[in-house]
C-alpha cells in the first residue's frame, strides 16, 4: 500500500547490561518515511512486559500530507487466553492539504487493546476465529485539544466447507464521540481503502472529503466476505465482497 520500501534496523538485546531490548529502525517508503525506538524491559510474572518507545513519521496520501512525532508506554499481559495492551501515547501532528497547512494538533491518549486468536493456523487459518476490541481517551484538561473517546472493535471468522475450500467474513465497527474530528489526530479517526480494508479503492482513499483531500471521519463500518476454492497448492482462485 505504501509502494517499495528500504529498511535499516539495530536490535540490542542486553541495554546497560540489564537485558533490557532495543528495536530501532529507519523504513523509507514511497509514502511514508519513519524511524522509531523501542524499549523492552525483561518479561515479569502473568508475562507482563512493559515498554517505552518514540517515534517521528511522515506520509503523503491522497495529497494529505501527515507529520507525526510521538512517545508513549505500554504494558503488555495475557489475561487468560486473551493478550491485553495498556498504554498512554503522546503525539504532535502536523497537516499540509496540497501544500496548505491546516494546523498543529496534539493529544495525550489513553488506550486498552484486547485481543483473543482462536485460530488453527495463525499464518495460514482454515478455521476459527480471531476478536478485538479497542478504546482510546483523550481530554482537553490533559495537554489534547479535544475531548474524545474512541471505540472500535473487529471479529474475522475463518471455515472450511471442504478441504480445498475457504470461506472468510470479516466485521469491524468503529466511533469516535466527539463534537468534530478538525482537531482530532489522523491516527484516531477512520479511513478505509486498500489491503485488508475496502479493496478496489486507494489506500486511505475513503474518508471525509475537505480542504481538496481525504481525511479521517469519525464513523465506519466495514464487512467482507470471501470465497477461496484452492487448484493445486498453492493456487487458487477466490471472489469476495468488501
Known amino acids: 500500500n505504501t509502494g517499495f520500501r528500504s529498511e535499516v534496523s539495530w536490535t540490542d538485546t542486553n541495554v546497560f547490561d540489564r537485558a533490557y531490548s532495543l528495536v530501532s529502525g529507519v523504513r523509507l517508503e514511497q ?10 524491559l525483561p518479561p515479569r510474572n502473568q508475562g507482563v512486559v512493559d ?9 503523503d496520501i491522497n495529497n494529505l500530507q501527515v507529520q507525526r512525532s510521538a512517545v508513549g508506554v505500554v504494558r503488555q499481559l495475557t489475561l487468560a487466553d486473551a493478550e491485553v495492551k495498556l498504554g498512554v501515547n503522546f ?17 495525550l491518549v489513553a488506550s486498552a487493546a484486547w485481543n483473543r486468536n482462536r485460530v488453527d493456523d495463525k499464518l495460514n487459518p482454515t478455521r476459527g476465529y480471531v476478536l478485538n476490541a479497542q478504546s482510546a481517551v483523550a481530554s482537553k484538561a490533559a ?17 472450511s466447507p471442504s478441504r480445498q475450500s475457504l470461506v472468510s467474513t470479516r ?19 477512520f479511513r478505509a481503502g486498500g489491503t485488508n480494508s475496502l479493496r478496489g479503492y486507494s489506500f486511505l482513499g475513503v474518508g471525509v472529503p475537505g480542504n481538496g483531500v481525504i481525511q479521517g471521519g469519525r464513523r465506519m463500518a466495514l464487512g467482507s466476505v470471501e470465497y477461496t476454492q484452492w487448484l493445486k497448492s498453492p493456487y487458487g482462485v477466490a471472489v469476495f465482497v468488501d
Not at 143 to 159: E, P
Open 171 to 189: 466485521l469491524e465497527l468503529g466511533t469516535v464521540l466527539a463534537n468534530s474530528e478538525q482537531t482530532i489526530p489522523q491516527d484516531y479517526l
Open 51 to 59: 515498554s517505552l518507545g518514540v517515534s517521528v513519521d511522515h506520509q
Open 143 to 159: 495537554l489534547s485539544d479535544q475531548d474524545f473517546v474512541r471505540l472500535n472493535g473487529k471479529v474475522q471468522h475463518y471455515f
Open 91 to 107: 503525539q504532535v501532528e502536523d497537516r499540509l492539504a496540497q501544500g496548505v497547512s491546516l494546523g498543529g494538533l496534539k493529544a
Open 31 to 40: 509514502k511514508r518515511q519513519s524511524a522509531f525506538a523501542d524499549l523492552f
